[in-house]
């Protein structure tokens, strides 16, 4: 099992900054890749960035490339999404997930519960 916990998210404005950090344990979780999804009200529940644990080999959603990076505290047990130049659409709920990498939903077995970012024009 993994666990995964997430904190920072909140209320900023239309060009500000947040940093989403998402705390993992369990047996073996550094054998996966972790990354992060969201999912606007109405909309469906999309990709954001991933990041492989071992390699720390990242990939963004286009939406987000040269915005968002995610990395990794191996020390820490911990993966962060530095989220800047934030735009209204951004906002969503944000969920921290580990598993076998990629774009699609259905590859990662672990959630964790969410966090709210709500980006205000």
């Known amino acids: 099992q993994v666990q995964l916990v997430e904190s920072g998210g909140g209320l900023v404005q239309d060009g500000g900054s947040l940093r989403l950090s998402c705390a993992a344990s369990g047996r073996a979780f550094s054998s996966y890749a972790m990354g992060w999804f969201r999912q606007a009200p109405g909309k469906e529940r999309e990709f954001v960035a991933s990041?492989?644990?071992?390699?720390?080999?990242?990939s963004y959603t286009n939406s987000v490339k040269g915005r968002f990076t995610i990395s990794r505290d191996i020390a820490k047990n911990t993966v962060s999404l530095q989220m800047n130049s934030l735009k209204p659409e951004d906002t969503a709920v944000y969920y921290c997930?580990?598993?076998?990498?990629?774009?699609?939903?259905?590859?990662?077995?672990?959630w964790g519960q969410g966090t709210q970012v709500t980006v205000s024009s």
């Open positions: 990041i492989s644990w071992s390699t720390g080999f990242t």
């Open positions: 997930v580990a598993g076998a990498g990629g774009r699609r939903q259905g590859n990662y077995n672990y």
